[in-house]
């Protein structure tokens, strides 16, 4: 499985954009990645999921570069609610190696 | 409404008993998984299945024990062996282990059962 490495922590102001980079040096060819957040005692939720280039959605965007060895998160306009552990995840999804959690990185938004 | 639940939301139990943790869904997702999160860290796969009647451990299954009897349901039990039973468990489904073109399944989590042993 490829290991990514993220940073452990964050800091931002309420309003501004978010930029959470992971690493992921041994990705292969069929893997995806994917990034989760949870909240406090609950679980995590999918956020969203990319192969290459870039992914949009209404919650966030991801960037991959063309070698693929790391991508970024961007989070528009944080709000307080926006505080959380954001996980990057990378797998292929096969069922037979189920992706790991690792740490995260927990975001602090700040009024 | 679709979804996966887990009870209890609280759970005490007293060294040296079992407990079972309870995990139901009915989003008719083939795949099942049991995570054990501690206090700052992140998750632990403890047990996945991804078919009725099969399942396989993961990185720390040692302790406890699990069923796929049915596709709705995953209960985890935890054992007297486990050592450090207190946790925060979290079960989760996804529609399959498998991709399909560019698609690729995303896990579905239940709001976990904080497991508290004395």
């Known amino acids: 499985l490829a290991k990514t490495t993220q940073p452990i922590s964050m800091d931002s102001y309420e309003g501004q954009e978010v930029n959470i980079t992971c690493s992921h040096n041994?990705?292969?060819?069929?893997?995806?990645i994917t990034w989760y957040q949870q909240f406090p005692s609950q679980g995590p939720r999918f956020i969203i999921q990319g192969y290459k280039t870039k992914v949009t959605n209404e919650v966030a965007s991801l960037f991959i570069p063309a070698d693929r060895k790391s991508s970024t998160l961007s989070l528009p306009r944080v709000s307080l609610s926006d505080t959380a552990v954001y996980y990057c995840?990378?797998?292929?999804?096969?069922?037979?190696?189920?992706?790991?959690f690792g740490k995260g990185t927990r975001l602090s938004v700040i009024a | 409404d679709g979804g996966i639940t887990q009870s209890p939301k609280y759970l005490f139990r007293k060294e040296g008993q079992n407990v079972t943790l309870s995990c139901e869904q009915n989003l008719n997702h083939d795949a099942m998984y049991w995570y054990r999160q501690d206090p700052g860290q992140g998750l632990r796969l403890i047990y996945y299945s991804q078919i009725v009647n099969d399942f396989q451990k993961g990185d720390i299954a040692e302790g406890y024990s699990v069923s796929r009897e049915k596709k709705e349901s995953f209960p985890l039990t935890v054992t007297s062996a486990q050592k450090n039973p207190t946790a925060f468990y979290l079960c989760a489904s996804s529609r399959e282990g498998r991709t399909s073109g560019n698609r690729n399944y995303e896990q579905y989590f239940g709001p976990g059962t904080r497991l508290t042993v004395t």
């Open positions: 041994n990705i292969a060819t069929n893997d995806y």
């Open positions: 995840l990378v797998g292929d999804h096969s069922g037979n190696t189920p992706l790991v």
